[in-house]
C-alpha cells in the first residue's frame, strides 16, 4: 500500500514508476492569486512528477492556457482582473476543452453548481489537502487522454460487466448490492488511480456534504470482503491519508 | 427649527390647509349661489305681480275711463304695503299715486326700470332715505302713463343677510378649521416626535427601548406595534449572534488551543523524524476537524438566513430515507446496531435535498453514535434504530428513533436552539453541531425539528410543509 509519503520517497530516489507504475506526467496550469499558494501547488505537483507552472491573474492564465498545451487547470474561482469562471468560459467559447479544476473559497452546493455550468469540469472548496487535488486532477487528466466507455471493465482476475451488472473474480460469481455494484464500477473506472472518500461519496452517492463519520470506509470495508476475502492477490487497496486504490498488485 | 416651523411643516398641517381651502371655497360658493337665486326668485315675484296689477288697472281704464283708474289707484295707493303707482297725464302732471321724486325721464321710457323713489306720504324730507324700487311704465291709450313698482328693501335685505352669513360661516370655517388643524397636527406632532425620540436612543445600542402606544388602534399604533415587533426580532437575533459567536469562539479556539499545544509539545520533546511526523500528522488531523466545523457553522448561518432557498425542487422523502439508510447501514452493523428504514411512498416535499439529506444523516449519524452498544441493550437486544419517513395532514415526517440513553426533557426544546449544543455533547467527536444544522435546514423550510422521548431513547422528527417555505417564513 503506497502512501504519498512512499511516492515522494520513491521520486527522491529515483523509484517512482515502481511506487505508481501506471502515473503518466501531467502538464498542469495553476491559475491562483495568492503566490504561496500557487508556488506551494507547483512544488508539490513537481515533488510527484508533474510539470506545473503558475499564473497570478485571470488575464496572464488565460493568455498561458489559450495555448492548449496543458492537461488540466487548475483555477481559483476568485481572480484579479478576470474571474476564474470568466476564464473557463472564454476558453470554451474559444472551443478549448482542457479539463479545469475549480478552487473556490464558497463550498456552498448552488456554488459549485454553478462553476460546473460554466465549464469547469470539478470543484473543490477551499481549504483542501493537497492528496484530493492530486487524485481528482489525475482523474480530470485521464478523462482527457479519453477513456472508451468498455462494457467489461477489468483488474486483475476481477471483472465487472457494466450492462450485465455481473461481477465475478476468477471462476468466482461475486453478488453485489446495486450500491457496492456502482462503488466497484467507479472504482474500476480509476483502477490504479487514488479515489478519495469526498470523490466516492459524490460520484456514487450524489452527495456533497461531510457526512462526519466516515461512512464511506465500512463500506469499502464491505467491499473489500467480497471481493478481496480468499484471495491471495489483494486488488482494493488504502492510500493511507488520501483514500483508495483499486489496482493489480501482480504487474 | 422653530416649534411653529415645524408644525407648519408637517404632513398633517398641510393637509388640514388643502381641506380647509377646498370647505371654505365650497361654502362661499353655496352661499353665493344661494343669494343669487334668492335674489332671482325675488325679482321674479315682483315682475309677476306688477304686470298682473297693470293688466289689472289698464282693464280699469277701458271700462271707466280715467277717473275710474284715478279712483281705483287711490284707493290702492292707501292700502298698507301696498305697491307703489303713479298715474300721469301725457306732459307728466301727475294725477293720482303714492310716489315721487322719481329720477327725471323714468315716465318716458316704457319698460322695466330700477329707480330711487320717495312716497308722498313721508316727505321730501333728509331723515327718510331713499327707497328703491323695480317698476314698470305703462303707455295708456289717450297719452297717459302708468307707473306700478315695488319696493326692493326686502329683496336687499334678504340678499344682505344670506351674504353677511356666508362672510361669518367661511370666517368660522377657516378659524375653526385652523385651530382644529394646529391641535390635531400638535397631536399627531407629539407622538411623531416620541417615536423619533425612542428611536434615537434605540440606535445609539439601547435595544431594549420600546415605541409608546397609544392604545388608541389607529395607524401610528399599528406602525408603532409593527417598528416594536422589528425591534423584538431584531434583539433577539442580536441575542442570538452574540450566542452564536460565544459559541463558535469556543467551538473554534478549543481545537486551535489544542493545536497549538501539541505543535509546541512536539518541538519541545520530538527527537526523531518519527515523533515529528506524527505530530504533523495530528496536526494535520486536528486541522481537517476545524475545517469541518468550520463549515458546519458556515453551513447553519447560511441556512438561518435564508439564503439556500434558490436551489429546492420537489423530491421524494422517501428516497432520502432510503438513500440516507443504506449509506449508514454498514456503519450500525459494524456497531452492532440494527437500522431499519420505513419509508412510505410517496412523500413527495418541496425542498433542497441536499440539505434534507445532510440533515437526516447528521440525525442517523447521532443516533449511531449515542445508541448503546450491542448486549447492553434492553434484556440484552440488538439495539435499533428506525428511520421513517411518512405522510401527516400536510406535511411530511422525517425520523429518527433510537433506544440511547435519550436527552432529558429539560434539555430538549433547548437542544434544537439555534447553535445551542448540550455540555455533554461537546465532548463527544465530530463537530457536535449535527442537531443546530437539522434544525436551521427545518427552519429554511418552515418546517421544524423537535426532539421526542422514545421510551427509551431519542425520537429526532423533521417536521416539513409539503410546499416548501412560505416566503414570508423566517
Same mark, same amino acid.
Given at each position: 500500500?503506497?502512501?504519498?509519503?512512499?511516492?515522494r520517497e520513491?521520486?527522491?530516489?529515483?523509484?517512482?514508476?515502481e511506487?505508481?507504475?501506471d502515473r503518466v506526467?501531467?502538464?498542469l496550469?495553476?491559475?491562483?492569486?495568492?503566490r504561496d499558494?500557487?508556488?506551494?501547488?507547483?512544488?508539490a505537483?513537481?515533488?510527484?512528477g508533474h510539470?506545473a507552472?503558475?499564473?497570478?491573474?485571470?488575464e496572464d492564465?488565460l493568455a498561458?492556457?489559450?495555448?492548449g498545451k496543458?492537461?488540466?487547470?487548475?483555477?481559483d474561482r476568485?481572480?484579479p482582473?478576470r474571474?476564474g469562471?470568466?476564464?473557463i468560459?472564454?476558453?470554451?467559447?474559444?472551443?478549448?476543452?482542457?479539463?479545469?479544476l475549480?478552487l473556490?473559497?464558497?463550498?456552498q452546493?448552488?456554488?459549485?453548481?454553478k462553476?460546473l455550468r460554466?465549464?469547469g469540469?470539478d470543484?473543490l472548496?477551499?481549504p483542501y489537502s493537497f492528496t484530493e487535488?492530486?487524485?481528482?486532477t489525475?482523474?480530470?487528466?485521464?478523462?482527457?487522454?479519453?477513456?472508451?466507455?468498455?462494457t467489461?471493465l477489468r483488474?486483475?482476475?476481477l471483472e465487472?460487466?457494466?450492462l450485465?451488472?455481473q461481477?465475478?473474480?476468477g471462476?468466482?460469481?461475486?453478488?453485489l448490492q446495486?450500491?457496492e455494484?456502482?462503488l466497484?464500477?467507479?472504482?474500476m473506472?480509476h483502477?490504479?488511480?487514488v479515489?478519495?472518500?469526498t470523490?466516492l461519496?459524490?460520484?456514487?452517492?450524489?452527495?456533497?456534504?461531510?457526512p462526519?463519520?466516515?461512512?464511506?470506509?465500512?463500506h469499502?470495508?464491505r467491499?473489500?470482503?467480497?471481493?478481496?476475502?480468499g484471495?491471495s492477490q489483494?486488488l482494493?487497496?488504502t492510500?493511507?491519508g488520501?483514500?483508495?486504490m483499486?489496482r493489480d498488485g501482480?504487474? | 427649527m422653530?416649534a411653529?416651523?415645524?408644525l407648519f411643516?408637517t404632513?398633517?398641517f398641510k393637509l388640514?390647509?388643502?381641506?380647509?381651502?377646498?370647505?371654505?371655497?365650497?361654502?362661499?360658493?353655496?352661499?353665493?349661489?344661494f343669494?343669487?337665486?334668492?335674489r332671482?326668485?325675488?325679482?321674479?315675484q315682483?315682475?309677476?305681480?306688477?304686470n298682473a296689477?297693470?293688466?289689472? $288697472?289698464s282693464?280699469q281704464y277701458? !271700462?271707466? @275711463?280715467?277717473? %275710474? &283708474?284715478v279712483v281705483?289707484? *287711490?284707493?290702492?295707493a +292707501?292700502?298698507?304695503?301696498?305697491?307703489?303707482?303713479?298715474v300721469?297725464?301725457?306732459?307728466?302732471?301727475a294725477l293720482?299715486?303714492n310716489v315721487?321724486a322719481?329720477?327725471?325721464?323714468i315716465l318716458?321710457?316704457p319698460?322695466?326700470?330700477?329707480?330711487?323713489?320717495?312716497?308722498?306720504d313721508?316727505g321730501?324730507?333728509?331723515?327718510?332715505a331713499?327707497?328703491?324700487? $323695480?317698476?314698470?311704465v305703462?303707455? !295708456?291709450? @289717450?297719452?297717459? %302713463? &302708468?307707473l306700478?313698482?315695488r *319696493?326692493?328693501?326686502e +329683496?336687499?335685505?334678504l340678499y344682505r343677510?344670506?351674504?353677511?352669513?356666508?362672510?361669518?360661516?367661511?370666517?368660522?370655517?377657516?378659524?375653526l378649521?385652523?385651530l382644529?388643524?394646529f391641535?390635531v397636527?400638535?397631536?399627531?406632532?407629539r407622538r411623531?416626535?416620541?417615536?423619533t425620540e425612542?428611536t434615537r436612543?434605540?440606535m445609539?445600542?439601547?435595544?431594549?427601548?420600546r $415605541?409608546?402606544?397609544?392604545g388608541?388602534?389607529?395607524?401610528?399604533? %399599528? &406602525?408603532?406595534?409593527?417598528?416594536?415587533?422589528?425591534?423584538?426580532?431584531i434583539e433577539?437575533?442580536?441575542h442570538?449572534?452574540?450566542?452564536?459567536?460565544?459559541n463558535?469562539?469556543?467551538d473554534?479556539?478549543t481545537p486551535?488551543?489544542r493545536?497549538?499545544n501539541?505543535?509546541?509539545?512536539?518541538l519541545?520533546?520530538?527527537?526523531?523524524?518519527?515523533e515529528y511526523?506524527?505530530?504533523?500528522?495530528?496536526?494535520?488531523?486536528?486541522?481537517?476537524?476545524l475545517?469541518?466545523?468550520?463549515?458546519?457553522l458556515?453551513?447553519i448561518a447560511?441556512a438561518e438566513s435564508?439564503?439556500?432557498r434558490?436551489g429546492?425542487?420537489?423530491?421524494?422523502?422517501s428516497?432520502?430515507a432510503?438513500?440516507?439508510?443504506?449509506?449508514?447501514?454498514?456503519?450500525?452493523?459494524?456497531?452492532?446496531?440494527?437500522l431499519?428504514v420505513?419509508a412510505?411512498?410517496?412523500?413527495?416535499?418541496r425542498g433542497n435535498?441536499e440539505?434534507?439529506s445532510?440533515a437526516?444523516?447528521n440525525?442517523v449519524d447521532n443516533?449511531?453514535?449515542?445508541?448503546?452498544?450491542?448486549?447492553?441493550?434492553?434484556?440484552?437486544?440488538?439495539?435499533?434504530?428506525?428511520?421513517?419517513a411518512f405522510n401527516?395532514?400536510?406535511?411530511i415526517?422525517?425520523t429518527?428513533a433510537?433506544s440511547?440513553?435519550g436527552?432529558?426533557?429539560?434539555?430538549?426544546?433547548r437542544?434544537v436552539e439555534?447553535?445551542?449544543?448540550?455540555?455533554q455533547?461537546?465532548?463527544?467527536?465530530?463537530?457536535?453541531?449535527?442537531?443546530?444544522l437539522?434544525?436551521?435546514?427545518?427552519?429554511?423550510h418552515?418546517?421544524?425539528?423537535?426532539?421526542q422521548?422514545n421510551?427509551?431513547g431519542?425520537?429526532?422528527v423533521i417536521?416539513?410543509?409539503?410546499?416548501g417555505p412560505v416566503?414570508s417564513a423566517g
Amino acid at each position: 500500500m503506497p502512501t504519498y509519503a512512499d511516492i515522494r520517497e520513491a521520486r527522491v530516489h529515483g523509484r517512482m514508476a515502481e511506487a505508481q507504475p501506471d502515473r503518466v506526467t501531467m502538464r498542469l496550469l495553476v491559475i491562483e492569486d495568492d503566490r504561496d499558494a500557487a508556488d506551494y501547488l507547483v512544488k508539490a505537483f513537481r515533488e510527484v512528477g508533474h510539470v506545473a507552472d503558475a499564473a497570478n491573474d485571470g488575464e496572464d492564465g488565460l493568455a498561458m492556457a489559450l495555448d492548449g498545451k496543458y492537461d488540466v487547470l487548475i483555477v481559483d474561482r476568485m481572480l484579479p482582473k478576470r474571474d476564474g469562471l470568466s476564464v473557463i468560459g472564454t476558453l470554451r467559447d474559444k472551443g478549448i476543452e482542457t479539463p479545469a479544476l475549480i478552487l473556490s473559497a464558497l463550498g456552498q452546493v448552488d456554488d459549485r453548481v454553478k462553476g460546473l455550468r460554466a465549464g469547469g469540469d470539478d470543484y473543490l472548496p477551499k481549504p483542501y489537502s493537497f492528496t484530493e487535488l492530486l487524485a481528482r486532477t489525475e482523474v480530470l487528466a485521464r478523462r482527457r487522454r479519453g477513456r472508451t466507455e468498455e462494457t467489461v471493465l477489468r483488474v486483475g482476475d476481477l471483472e465487472l460487466d457494466r450492462l450485465s451488472h455481473q461481477v465475478r473474480r476468477g471462476a468466482e460469481e461475486i453478488s453485489l448490492q446495486p450500491r457496492e455494484f456502482r462503488l466497484l464500477e467507479y472504482l474500476m473506472q480509476h483502477a490504479g488511480q487514488v479515489v478519495t472518500r469526498t470523490m466516492l461519496l459524490e460520484n456514487v452517492w450524489d452527495y456533497h456534504f461531510d457526512p462526519q463519520t466516515n461512512v464511506i470506509d465500512v463500506h469499502i470495508s464491505r467491499l473489500r470482503s467480497k471481493i478481496d476475502k480468499g484471495f491471495s492477490q489483494p486488488l482494493l487497496h488504502t492510500v493511507r491519508g488520501a483514500g483508495y486504490m483499486i489496482r493489480d498488485g501482480a504487474r | 427649527m422653530t416649534a411653529l416651523g415645524k408644525l407648519f411643516r408637517t404632513t398633517t398641517f398641510k393637509l388640514t390647509l388643502v381641506y380647509l381651502t377646498v370647505f371654505a371655497l365650497f361654502a362661499a360658493f353655496l352661499l353665493g349661489y344661494f343669494a343669487l337665486n334668492t335674489r332671482r326668485l325675488i325679482t321674479e315675484q315682483i315682475t309677476d305681480t306688477v304686470n298682473a296689477e297693470i293688466t289689472g $288697472l289698464s282693464e280699469q281704464y277701458r !271700462l271707466g @275711463g280715467i277717473r %275710474r &283708474l284715478v279712483v281705483v289707484v *287711490d284707493n290702492r295707493a +292707501r292700502r298698507p304695503g301696498s305697491s307703489l303707482y303713479l298715474v300721469t297725464t301725457f306732459n307728466g302732471q301727475a294725477l293720482a299715486g303714492n310716489v315721487t321724486a322719481l329720477a327725471p325721464g323714468i315716465l318716458d321710457n316704457p319698460g322695466w326700470t330700477e329707480t330711487v323713489y320717495h312716497r308722498i306720504d313721508e316727505g321730501e324730507t333728509s331723515e327718510h332715505a331713499a327707497h328703491e324700487a $323695480l317698476v314698470r311704465v305703462f303707455q !295708456l291709450p @289717450g297719452g297717459f %302713463r &302708468l307707473l306700478v313698482g315695488r *319696493d326692493l328693501d326686502e +329683496r336687499e335685505r334678504l340678499y344682505r343677510i344670506v351674504l353677511s352669513a356666508g362672510r361669518w360661516s367661511v370666517a368660522i370655517v377657516v378659524v375653526l378649521g385652523l385651530l382644529g388643524g394646529f391641535l390635531v397636527t400638535r397631536r399627531v406632532l407629539r407622538r411623531v416626535d416620541a417615536m423619533t425620540e425612542t428611536t434615537r436612543t434605540i440606535m445609539t445600542g439601547d435595544l431594549s427601548g420600546r $415605541l409608546p402606544v397609544a392604545g388608541t388602534g389607529d395607524e401610528l399604533d %399599528r &406602525l408603532a406595534g409593527n417598528l416594536n415587533a422589528m425591534l423584538e426580532r431584531i434583539e433577539a437575533l442580536m441575542h442570538g449572534l452574540k450566542e452564536v459567536s460565544d459559541n463558535i469562539a469556543h467551538d473554534l479556539k478549543t481545537p486551535l488551543t489544542r493545536l497549538r499545544n501539541r505543535s509546541e509539545e512536539a518541538l519541545r520533546t520530538a527527537k526523531s523524524e518519527a515523533e515529528y511526523r506524527a505530530a504533523l500528522e495530528s496536526t494535520i488531523e486536528e486541522s481537517e476537524g476545524l475545517i469541518r466545523t468550520f463549515n458546519a457553522l458556515l453551513m447553519i448561518a447560511r441556512a438561518e438566513s435564508g439564503q439556500a432557498r434558490d436551489g429546492m425542487s420537489e423530491f421524494d422523502a422517501s428516497e432520502i430515507a432510503n438513500d440516507v439508510g443504506e449509506l449508514y447501514e454498514p456503519l450500525a452493523e459494524e456497531k452492532g446496531i440494527a437500522l431499519k428504514v420505513e419509508a412510505q411512498t410517496p412523500t413527495k416535499v418541496r425542498g433542497n435535498r441536499e440539505l434534507v439529506s445532510q440533515a437526516l444523516a447528521n440525525l442517523v449519524d447521532n443516533a449511531i453514535k449515542y445508541a448503546q452498544p450491542a448486549g447492553t441493550g434492553a434484556n440484552g437486544a440488538i439495539p435499533e434504530i428506525v428511520v421513517r419517513a411518512f405522510n401527516e395532514d400536510d406535511r411530511i415526517m422525517l425520523t429518527v428513533a433510537d433506544s440511547g440513553p435519550g436527552i432529558p426533557a429539560a434539555d430538549r426544546s433547548r437542544a434544537v436552539e439555534r447553535f445551542v449544543r448540550l455540555e455533554q455533547s461537546r465532548c463527544q467527536p465530530g463537530s457536535g453541531l449535527g442537531l443546530s444544522l437539522a434544525s436551521a435546514v427545518a427552519r429554511l423550510h418552515g418546517g421544524e425539528l423537535s426532539l421526542q422521548d422514545n421510551n427509551p431513547g431519542l425520537k429526532s422528527v423533521i417536521a416539513l410543509p409539503r410546499g416548501g417555505p412560505v416566503q414570508s417564513a423566517g
